[in-house]
Nanobody, 119 residues
């Protein structure tokens, strides 16, 4: 059974940090391109960052220099380290896994984890 599970969301003050985790099972997670997307209320789901199986990364302009995506193959987990958080970063963050490198999301989604940046 394919599963993608996010964790690590929460409430943080502006300027603070959070680390999100995405764990995959039921497929060869280490071979997949893993991306983070986010969706704020009333907005479309948008791309945040992605990492290939080989560790090549790509970021949305809005998070460059503040967010870092990395993966631990031994744990079948991808992380999103978020620093210098802003209220505009408030959203539900979703993890996505795709067997191929593409600008469109793949078939496997997690359930999402809420990130709220507020004082």
């Amino acid at each position: 059974q394919v599963q993608v599970v996010e964790s690590g969301g929460g409430l943080v003050q502006p300027g603070g940090s959070l680390r999100l985790s995405c764990a995959g099972s039921g497929f060869i997670f280490s071979s997949y391109v893993v991306s983070w997307y986010r969706q704020a209320p009333g907005n479309q789901r948008t791309f945040v960052a992605r990492i290939t199986s080989g560790g090549v990364t790509k970021y949305a302009d809005s998070v460059k220099g503040r967010f870092t995506i990395f993966r631990d193959h031994a744990k079948d987990t991808v992380y999103l380290q978020m620093n210098s958080l802003k209220p505009d970063d408030t959203a539900i963050y979703y993890c996505n896994a795709d067997w191929k490198l593409s600008d469109a999301p793949g078939a496997y989604w997690g359930q999402g984890t809420q990130v709220t940046v507020s004082s």
